[in-house]
C-alpha cells in the first residue's frame, strides 16, 4: 500500500477483555515496529520484526502481550485480559531493513486503545 | 545500550524566534542513522530528517537546520523564525547497525506563542 495502514483506528473494550490491533505495512519493508504513546508521553518500544521473526520483545509489558507477523507483512498485537493501563495510542512504523539500505520509519496513524 | 536524550521536556517561545532543540545519543555502534521526527497536536508522526553517522555535514531546510556533532554525540534540531505552526512534539531518534531497532527520545514539546 501507499503507507502504514493500522485498524481499527480507535477502540474501546471492557477490562478483562482481549484485542487485537492490525498493522499493514509498506509493500516491500521487512522491518515493522510496534510502540505505545501513553497521552502526553513519548513512544514507548514494544517489540519490532525482521521479517517474520521478532529479535527483540524485550519491550513487551507483560506476558499478556503478544505479536505475530505472517508472511513478512501484516502484523498483529493483541493484548489479553486488557486492564486500564493499556489504554494509549499503539503506533506501527514500517521501514527497510538495514541489509536493505535502511531508511526513516513510516508510521501509521496509530489505533486508540480506550479500557473502560 | 542505545540511548537518546532529549533533556528539554517542554520549551515556550513567542513567535519569530529562532529555537534550538538538543538532542543527546549514546551507542556503541560505529555505524548509525540518527532521525527527527515533528507529531503535531494531530497526532501523526512526520519524519523530517536522517543523518548517517559518516556525514556530519550540517543541513539547512528552509527554516529548519541540524547540527550534527559526533564529538558530542549530538544531533541538534534549530528552527529559525519560528510560527506558530510548528508547535508541535519534536522527536529524536536513533538506529545502530548492530541493533536494528529505532530508539526515540522522550520528546520535546514545542510552543510558539503569537
Known amino acids: 500500500g501507499a503507507g502504514v495502514s493500522q485498524s481499527p483506528s480507535n477502540k474501546v473494550t471492557e477490562k478483562g477483555k482481549d484485542v487485537e490491533l492490525r498493522c499493514d505495512p509498506i509493500?516491500?519493508?521487512?522491518?515493522l515496529y510496534w510502540y505505545r504513546q501513553s497521552l502526553g508521553q513519548g513512544l514507548e518500544f514494544l517489540i519490532y520484526?525482521?521479517?517474520?521473526?521478532?529479535p527483540d520483545k524485550s519491550g513487551l509489558p507483560s506476558d499478556r502481550f503478544s505479536a505475530e507477523r505472517t508472511g513478512g507483512s501484516v502484523s498483529t498485537l493483541t493484548i489479553q485480559r486488557t486492564q486500564q493501563e493499556d489504554s494509549a495510542v499503539y503506533l506501527c512504523?514500517?521501514?527497510?531493513?538495514w541489509g536493505q539500505g535502511m531508511t526513516e520509519a513510516f508510521f501509521g496513524q496509530g489505533t486508540r486503545l480506550t479500557v473502560v | 545500550a542505545q540511548k537518546v536524550t532529549q533533556a528539554q521536556t517542554e520549551i515556550s517561545v513567542v513567535e519569530k524566534e529562532d529555537v534550538t532543540l538538543d538532542c543527546v545519543y549514546e551507542t556503541r555502534d560505529t555505524t548509525y542513522y540518527l532521525f527527527w521526527y515533528k507529531q503535531p497536536p494531530s497526532g501523526e508522526l512526520v519524519f523530517l530528517i536522517r543523518r548517517n553517522s559518516f556525514d556530519e555535514q550540517n543541513e539547512i531546510s528552509g527554516r529548519y537546520s541540524w547540527n550534527f556533532q559526533k564529538s558530542t554525540s549530538s544531533f541538534n534540531f534549530t528552527i529559525t523564525a519560528s510560527q506558530v505552526v510548528d508547535s508541535a512534539v519534536y522527536f529524536c531518534?536513533?538506529?545502530?547497525?548492530?541493533?536494528?531497532?529505532?530508539?526515540f527520545g522522550k520528546g520535546t514539546r514545542l510552543h510558539i506563542l503569537p
Open positions: 531518534a536513533l538506529i545502530g547497525n548492530r541493533d536494528d531497532k529505532i530508539i
Open positions: 509493500s516491500g519493508h521487512t522491518a
Open positions: 512504523a514500517s521501514s527497510l531493513a
Open positions: 520484526f525482521q521479517g517474520n521473526s521478532a
